[in-house]
């Protein structure tokens, strides 16, 4: 095989495996959440519009209040990742409309993006519970003398009086 037609046969595979690689490190991207197709939730007029045209026209919400429920969330967000990386959330979409409790009118309409998040601190503490941790081999060997083959003594344990028999 002549160096030219090496060159070109080499070429011909090197670039394919070139954009296939390329290809590899794309960003995928995936949206969750509500999808506003035909009108969006910051379009709701306050006074207005009532729970029932807000839930024709946009359907159920994301999420309603935990200790209010009249107040509705829909939410969305478009995560991206490439390649191996972990998902990064690109952008986050919060709407929450709030309904008078009586007449059921909007009151207020409020959006939030990923900028109006907080970062939550986690605290890693345990709480202490009484007791002991058994071994490997307490647990394997814990069981040896409870089962009918062996003679059991109940006498110590609570709840029963010494030397009652009754069961």
Request: glycine residues 8%; positive net charge; contains cysteine.
């Amino acid at each position: 095989m002549s160096r030219t037609a090496f060159a070109a046969l080499a070429a011909g595979l090197l670039i394919p495996a070139a954009a296939a690689s390329l290809s590899a490190c794309a960003p995928v991207t995936s949206y969750s959440g509500f999808q506003a197709i035909e009108s969006d939730p910051k379009d709701v007029k306050i006074g207005t519009d009532t729970k029932s045209t807000v839930r024709g026209r946009l359907g159920s919400p994301s999420a309603t209040g935990a200790f209010d429920t009249n107040t509705w969330f829909y939410m969305n967000q478009l995560k991206s990742r490439v390649a191996f990386k972990r998902p990064e959330v690109v952008a986050r979409n919060v709407t929450a409309i709030t309904f008078n409790k009586d007449s059921e009118l909007v009151e207020s309409v409020n959006s939030y993006t990923l900028k109006d998040g907080k970062v939550v601190a986690f605290n890693g503490r345990e709480t202490p519970t009484r007791g002991r941790e058994l071994t490997i081999l307490e647990q394997i060997l814990g069981n040896v003398g409870r089962g009918g083959l062996l003679p059991n003594s109940d006498d110590n344990t609570p709840g029963n009086r010494p030397g009652d028999r009754r069961n």
